[in-house]
């Protein structure tokens, strides 16, 4: 992905990362956004994080309540197809990690629409904005689901053919096209990642990991699609975050990397541990009717970020599983809030604040 036409603007350099920049996190509201953000105020004490999110069913600001009164970060309510407020949450931020996406793929198939809206649309507005203002840095993070799935042998890699088959994937890979398409024609610095499957903190109840760990706790039966032989290579959300920052300070723009722990397991298999450290007995397992368009397995060649960027995981699966398990057990309140809709609260009031803000600069 090499610029062709156009100025390419010039990157900041690895020694730009001490000095004090203000950075846009978009949809850091979300699982891994909001490790995310709390990941670079903690690792970069000089910098100011901006965190643009809509708010949709998946976001939550309880995911982030430690963080309303800290002097170098600030929320901003708005979507990312909304070319005022990425233009409000932009300004003066040099550096742009492009997190925010509709992301289940279940969902994608009952309605793809907002998929394209957000995926696709709010990706297109944040690229126009960010070639306006000159930005040194873009960082869109995508997912391993553009190449489609494999077969029983083989990985990912950068130069994999894109082969989505769920509208999400779809939503995804036309993104990261236009991503490419704005760094070869206006000379955006843009970066593309790919990531395997996320588990860890704060994770949506939705999402395969924390639905069986609630369920397991619960007693409730847990669902597995078909065969349950469905394989996804896990990588634990502080691995995630720390690839992203590794990618923002020093990847190339114009660049594809591919984010892996070559943690490869069975749907099956990942049931009968949960169960297994939550102290219940494998009968709550339930075969269910598969998905339509279910890719059979995924596989994350992560060489290239290793070799070039010297990055390296350093959660193993078995423990970020097991500490993964620990964390909702003691965070009940946590999703109970969600399960509950009672995290819709503190939605309600950003609202309000949105509103009083806009009618004063009115």
């Given amino acids: ?26 949809g850091g509201a979300g699982f891994i956004g909001s490790n995310l953000v709390r990941h670079l105020l903690v690792r970069r004490p000089s910098w100011e994080v901006v965190n643009l999110d809509s708010l949709t069913y998946a976001g939550n600001l309880d995911n982030l309540a430690d ?64 070639s306006r203002v000159g930005v040194e840095r873009f960082v869109h993070v995508s997912t391993d689901e553009v190449y489609g799935s494999l077969g029983p042998r083989g990985r990912f890699t950068e130069r994999t053919p894109l082969s989505p088959n769920s509208p999400y994937a779809a939503s995804k890979a036309a993104s990261d096209l236009l991503v490419r398409s704005f760094h070869v024609t206006h000379g955006v610095p843009a970066i593309v990642t790919r990531c395997c499957n996320n588990y860890g903190p704060f994770q949506f109840p939705e999402k395969f990991i924390p639905l069986m760990i609630l369920r397991a706790l619960a007693g409730e039966p847990l669902p597995i699609y078909g065969d349950g032989k469905y394989v996804r290579d896990w990588i634990h ?64 060649d992560a060489r290239k970020l290793r070799r070039d960027l010297g990055w390296k995981p350093v959660w193993g699966f078995e423990r970020g599983l ?23 609260v503190r939605r309600r009031r950003a609202e309000s604040v949105a509103v009083r803000r806009s009618a004063r600069i009115a």
Avoid at 2 to 26: E, F, M, N, P
Avoid at 77 to 104: F, K, N, Q, T, Y
């Fill in 1 to 26: 992905m090499t610029a062709r036409h156009g100025k390419l603007r010039q990157a900041g350099t690895r020694s730009a990362s001490l000095k004090s920049r203000r950075v846009l996190v978009t």
């Fill in 67 to 130: 963080l309303d009164r800290h002097p170098r970060y600030r929320f901003v309510r708005g979507d990312i197809a909304d070319p005022a407020a990425v233009r409000r949450a932009m300004a003066g931020c040099r550096w742009v990690l492009h997190l925010a996406a509709e992301s289940h793929v279940d969902r994608s198939i009952e309605g793809s629409l907002p998929f394209l809206h957000t995926n696709v649309s709010g990706t297109g507005v944040l690229l126009e904005e960010a």
């Fill in 237 to 300: 959300v502080e691995d995630h975050c720390a690839a992203l920052l590794r990618v923002l300070e020093r990847g190339s723009p114009g660049e594809v990397y591919n984010i892996g722990s070559d943690a490869t397991w069975r749907n099956l298999e990942v049931a009968r541990r949960i169960l297994d450290l939550a102290g219940r007995p494998r009968t709550q397992l339930h075969h269910v009717v598969d998905r339509p368009g279910h890719d059979r397995r995924y596989a994350i």
């Fill in 322 to 344: 097991r500490e993964t398990v620990r964390w909702y057990r003691a965070n009940e309140s946590w999703w109970r809030r969600i399960l509950t809709g009672t995290y819709l």
